[in-house]
C-alpha cells in the first residue's frame, strides 16, 4: 500500500462538535461504509457524445439499475455557486459533500466583495494600490469566464479600480483555459479585455494622464503556472520565468502568440505554449522590486505552488533566479491551515462541523484515498479547505502517486492502484467509514479525447467491481456518486460539424447505495421534497448509513425508514 500522507499541520485536539447519538431506525453493517466519488461522471441522456452510456459499464448500470440509485444536484446554488449556469467543480462538490451543508463559494463570495465594495475598501486593497502609486501592479490568473478558478469580470473590476485609485503601470499575466470553456476560446476573452484596457487609454487621454495597461506574457494552464498537489514543480517553474522574468517564446502581442500557436498544432488552448510580450526588443512585463502582484483565482488547488513561489523568503522547488522583492497578494486565502498566502483580499468561507470532526468524535476509523490529481479533494477539500488530519490516530490518508503524462495515453490512470489500497484497508476489518476518489471521467474527460475517455469508464467499471464485491465481502455498504459532470458530453455538434467539449457540466450526479444486506430496513426519499436535493445531502445520508443521527444543522439525509 502506498505510504500514508503526513500531516503538515498539527491535529484538531479539542472537539469542535457534538457526539451524535445513534438512530434506532437505522442499523449499521457489519463491515464499512465507502462512498465512492467517480469524479466527471456525470448525468446526461445516452448519445455518441456521451463516454459515460457509450461505454461497456456493467458495474455502474447494476448501480444505476437500482431501486436506490437516484439523482442529485451537483452545479450552481446547489453547491454554492453564484447562479444554476455556473457548472460545478471538483472543489465545491467535495466542499458541499464533506460539510453536509452549503457554502457561498469562490465566485460567490467575490462577486458578494466586489458588489458591495467590500474589496476595494479593505485594509489589503489599500495596500495593493498604496504600494502599486509608484511601481507597477502585475494581475495573474485563468483568462476565462469558466468561473471554477477564476471570472473574467473580477479582472476587469480590479484593473478599472486600479485606474480609479491612481495606478499608472497596470501588466496582466494571463492563462488560456480551454478546460472549463470551450477549447478554442481565448481569442473572445482576449477581445473582452483589450476592450477594457483600450477604455481606460483612451480615458487616460482625455484626463491628461500617462498610463500603461498591458498584456505581459501568459500560456496554456496546462503547460504552465497551475500545477496542483506538487505534481510538476517544472509546469510551475516555466510559468514563474516567464511571468517574473520574461523568458519564454517572444510576441509582438498576445494575439500574435495565440495566432502563431494555433497555426503550429490543433492543440486546445489549455495546452499552449508560454508566451512573453515584447517592445523594442525587451519584454513589456517582468517583475522589479517594488512591483506587486495579485492572483486572480479564487479556488486554491492550483493557486497554491505559484503562491508559494512569488511569496516564500525560503523556496527550494525551484531556482527561482534572482528573486525581485515584490509584494504578493492572493485573491482568497488558498490554504487556511498553512496560510497561503500570507496576503489575500476576500476571505474564503468559514467551514466548520465538517463530517470528518464528527466521524473522529466518535471514534470511528476511516480514510481518505485518491491518486495526487484528486488526492486533496477527498481530504484537503473534504475537510473544509483545511490541511493534516483531524485525528490522525483515526484517519489513514493514503496517496497514490499520479503519472505526469497526458491521462488519454492511460486511461486506466491509478484506479487499480486505489482499488489495491482500499481493498487492503477494507479487508483489515479496522475502518468504519471510507472515501474513493476515481479521477478518470474528469482528468481524461478533460483531454476531450472520446475514445480515451470511454476506455477510462470502462477502466472504472472493472475496479469498482472490485471494490464492490470487497466491501460487500466485509458486510458493508458501497455509496457510488460524483462531483459534477465531464465525461457525459465529450462534442458538441452544429450542422454536422463536433467541436470537442472538454469543460464540465451542470448535468446532475448519479447516487447509488449498493448494500451487501439481504434485508435492509430503509429506502431513499421521494416526491417533492427530495426533488432538489444534491451534494450536501450525502453527508446526512452516510450517518444514518452508519446507524448515527444527523448533525443538527446538515442538509437532510437522502434515506428514511422503510414504509412497507
Not at 300 to 305: L, Q, S
Not at 338 to 361: H, N, W
Not at 510 to 522: C, E, V
Amino acid at each position: 500500500m502506498a505510504a500514508e500522507q503526513q500531516s503538515p499541520v498539527s491535529e484538531i485536539n479539542e472537539s469542535r462538535v457534538e457526539k451524535l447519538d445513534l438512530d434506532p431506525n437505522f442499523e449499521p453493517p457489519e463491515g464499512p461504509v465507502v462512498l465512492v466519488i467517480a469524479d466527471g461522471v456525470g448525468v446526461a441522456p445516452s448519445a455518441e457524445s456521451n463516454a459515460v452510456t457509450e461505454a461497456n459499464t456493467p458495474t455502474i448500470d447494476s448501480y444505476t439499475d437500482s431501486s436506490l440509485y437516484r439523482e442529485l444536484k451537483a452545479h450552481g446554488t446547489f453547491v454554492g455557486l453564484p447562479s444554476d449556469s455556473d457548472i460545478g467543480n471538483s472543489e465545491v462538490g467535495h466542499n458541499a459533500m464533506g460539510a453536509g451543508r452549503i457554502f457561498d463559494q469562490g465566485a460567490k463570495l467575490v462577486n458578494r466583495a466586489i458588489e458591495s465594495g467590500e474589496l476595494f475598501t479593505s485594509d489589503n486593497w489599500k495596500q495593493v494600490i498604496k504600494s502599486a502609486s509608484d511601481s507597477t501592479l502585475h494581475f495573474l490568473g485563468l483568462h476565462s469566464d469558466g468561473r471554477v478558478h477564476s471570472d473574467i469580470a473580477h479582472l476587469h473590476a480590479f484593473v478599472r479600480d486600479a485606474y480609479e485609485s491612481g495606478v499608472d503601470q497596470v501588466r496582466l499575466h494571463l492563462l488560456f483555459d480551454g478546460r472549463d470553456t470551450p477549447e478554442r476560446s481565448a481569442k473572445e476573452y482576449l477581445d473582452q479585455t483589450q476592450t477594457v484596457l483600450d477604455e481606460i487609454h483612451e480615458r487616460a487621454a482625455s484626463e491628461g494622464r500617462s498610463v500603461s495597461y498591458l498584456i505581459a506574457s501568459g500560456g496554456g494552464r496546462q503547460s504552465i503556472t497551475m500545477d496542483r498537489y506538487e505534481a510538476d514543480w517544472p509546469m510551475v517553474q516555466r510559468g514563474f520565468e516567464c511571468h517574473v522574468h520574461g523568458i519564454g517564446r517572444r510576441f509582438e502581442s498576445a494575439y500574435e502568440a495565440l495566432e502563431a500557436f494555433y497555426s503550429e498544432s490543433d492543440a486546445g488552448d489549455q495546452n499552449l505554449g508560454e508566451f512573453v510580450v515584447v517592445a523594442d526588443d525587451a519584454p513589456v512585463g517582468k517583475m522589479v522590486d517594488g512591483d506587486v502582484v495579485v492572483l486572480f483565482n479564487f479556488r486554491g488547488d492550483r493557486a497554491i505552488e505559484i503562491s508559494r513561489a512569488l511569496e516564500e523568503v525560503e523556496f527550494s522547488e525551484f531556482d527561482r533566479g534572482e528573486m525581485p522583492q515584490i509584494s504578493y497578494f492572493g485573491l482568497l486565502e488558498y490554504d487556511g491551515d498553512l496560510q497561503i498566502p500570507g496576503k489575500y483580499l476576500v476571505d474564503p468561507p468559514a467551514i466548520d462541523r465538517t463530517m470528518s470532526e464528527f466521524v473522529c468524535e466518535l471514534g470511528l476509523k476511516s480514510f481518505a484515498i485518491s491518486e495526487t490529481q484528486k488526492f486533496g479533494h477527498v481530504t484537503y477539500f473534504w475537510n473544509g479547505n483545511s490541511s493534516g488530519y483531524v485525528n490522525e490516530s483515526l484517519e489513514s490518508y493514503v496517496e497514490i502517486p499520479s503519472d505526469n503524462i497526458d491521462p488519454s495515453l492511460a486511461p486506466a490512470m491509478k484506479a487499480p492502484e486505489i482499488t489495491d489500497a482500499a481493498i487492503e484497508l477494507v479487508q483489515s476489518g479496522e475502518y468504519g467509514f471510507g472515501r474513493i476518489n476515481y479521477p478518470n471521467g474528469d482528468m481524461v474527460g478533460h483531454t476531450g479525447d472520446l475514445d480515451a475517455t470511454i476506455s477510462s469508464m470502462e477502466h472504472l467499471d472493472i475496479q469498482l467491481r472490485r471494490l464492490t464485491e470487497a466491501v460487500h465481502g466485509a458486510g458493508g455498504i458501497v455509496i457510488f456518486t460524483a462531483d459534477h459532470g465531464n465525461a457525459d458530453v465529450m462534442f458538441s455538434e452544429v450542422d454536422g460539424s463536433r467541436s470537442p467539449v472538454t469543460s464540465h457540466t451542470v448535468n446532475p450526479a448519479p447516487f447509488a447505495i449498493s448494500d451487501s444486506r439481504s434485508a435492509i430496513g430503509y429506502q431513499l426519499v421521494r416526491g417533492d421534497g427530495a426533488k432538489d436535493m444534491g451534494l450536501a445531502n450525502v453527508a446526512a445520508t452516510i450517518f444514518n448509513l452508519l446507524g448515527y443521527q444527523v448533525p443538527r444543522d446538515y442538509e437532510s439525509s437522502l434515506i428514511q425508514p422503510a414504509t412497507d
